[in-house]
Every structure is written in structure tokens, then in C-alpha cells.
């Protein structure tokens, strides 16, 4: 069965650092794997997915991340961190081959400071 | 931009009343979800929806949750009867195909149960 999980519930960085959240994954196929990013009172939004090919994919807003199979890792980086970026980051996977649903992490919650 | 919603924003409902929580996915999509986050937990996979029937459900899917597209544009949960643990934000979320498509989140729904 697939499973996710996100290593710290709360990240805080200052506005300029480097943002590192982590994820590690369990599937016992080829995952599909994805970043989704709640603002307040807002849906869940896509920031990034792994499917095949490239193993560092980037993101909207300056995000990426790297799909590491050795690692079961896919951890989410941004250089510099913007005020704007404070939210709840969630990391699921996908598996073709037990359906459409997406498995979930607990989620991060990145605090920005000035 | 296209973009999935939900209505309505927040039901507060008594226990062993039936709720129905609606969604308009995105018009050309053809997979539809619904997930739930209890305050505190992970966003849990419910149910998937292809074809005009459910393609995949969790175990918490149980006899008290029916879903329905009645009319080739919203999208309904029913909970039969509900009970305090379902107390949860419920998000509705389409997708243009499978596996390694995006899924796009509505806002979600948060049911309270008194």
C-alpha cells in the first residue's frame, strides 16, 4: 500500500532563506507524486508533479523538487522563501495501478519570518 | 480559469440528520473525488467517481455515503445519517483523465455535526 510521509508538522525560515520540506514516500510501483499547497480557507492547488522523465521538476512559484528512487524521497526546495509563500504543504502519491486517488501526508506548515 | 466549487462553505447540521454536500467539477473532466480532513489528521481519500459510477472507495465510504452526478454538472456526497466523527472540511476534486493527471481541489465544505 502507498504511504507519504512528511518529516516536521511546522517549518520556519526567514524571508530569504532556503526552504527544505521533506517527503518520503512508500509504493510498490513506479509513483506518481505530487506538492499541493493550502493557502487559508482555499482548496488544495498543485505547486509540482513527478510522473516520468526528469527527475528535478520545477514548480509555480519558484519551487521544485526532486524524485530521488533510492531515497523514496521527494523533497520540496525553494532558494529564497517569500512572505507569501507561508501555507500548508501537503505531498501525496498516485499509483496507476490501484486507481486515481491520491494518498496524502500530514502536511507541513511553513511559518515565513521578516 | 476554470476552477471546481463547493457549496455550500459550512453546514452545521444535528446528529442523524442527512447532509448533502454539493460540487460543480470542471466541465470537461471526467473523474471526480471526494476527500475529507478531520481538524488535525490527513486528507483522506472517500470515493472516485468515472462513467456515472464510483470507480473506487475507502474503507470509510461506507452504506451512510452515496455519491451522484444528477445532472452532467454537480456532484453530490449524501451522508445518510450523520454521526459527530464525520465533523471534517470535505473537498471535491476533478481531474481530465487518470493516474498521473492533476487533480483540482474546490475550497471544500466544513461539516459540523452538533
Known amino acids: 500500500a502507498q504511504s507519504v510521509t512528511q518529516l516536521g508538522s511546522h517549518v520556519s525560515v526567514s524571508e530569504g532563506a532556503l526552504v527544505l520540506l521533506r517527503c518520503n514516500y512508500s509504493s510498490s510501483v513506479p509513483p506518481y507524486l505530487f506538492w499541493y499547497v493550502q493557502y487559508p480557507n482555499q482548496g488544495l492547488q498543485l505547486l509540482l508533479k513527478?510522473?516520468?522523465?526528469?527527475?528535478l521538476v520545477k514548480g509555480i512559484n519558484g519551487f521544485e523538487a526532486e524524485f530521488k528512487k533510492s531515497e523514496t524521497s521527494f523533497h520540496l526546495t525553494k532558494p529564497s522563501a517569500h512572505m507569501s509563500d507561508a501555507a500548508e504543504y501537503f505531498c501525496a502519491v498516485s499509483e496507476a495501478k490501484y486507481g486515481n486517488k491520491l494518498v496524502f501526508g500530514a502536511g507541513t506548515i511553513l511559518r515565513v519570518k521578516s | 480559469e476554470p476552477e471546481v466549487t463547493q457549496t455550500p462553505s459550512h453546514q452545521v447540521t444535528q446528529m442523524g440528520q442527512e447532509v448533502i454536500l454539493r460540487c460543480v467539477p470542471i466541465?470537461?473532466?471526467?473523474?471526480f473525488y471526494w476527500y475529507r480532513q478531520i481538524l488535525g489528521q490527513k486528507v483522506e481519500f472517500l470515493v472516485s467517481f468515472y462513467n456515472n459510477e464510483i470507480s473506487e472507495k475507502s474503507e470509510i465510504f461506507d452504506d451512510q455515503f452515496s455519491v451522484e452526478r444528477p445532472d452532467g454538472s454537480n456532484f453530490t456526497l449524501k451522508i445518510r445519517s450523520t454521526k459527530l466523527e464525520d465533523s471534517a472540511m470535505y473537498f471535491c476534486?476533478?481531474?481530465?483523465?487518470?493516474?498521473?493527471?492533476?487533480?483540482?481541489f474546490g475550497p471544500g465544505t466544513r461539516l459540523t455535526v452538533t
Open positions: 476534486a476533478s481531474s481530465p483523465g487518470q493516474g498521473f493527471d492533476e487533480q483540482y
Open positions: 466541465s470537461n473532466h471526467l473523474y
Open positions: 513527478y510522473t516520468t522523465g526528469a527527475t
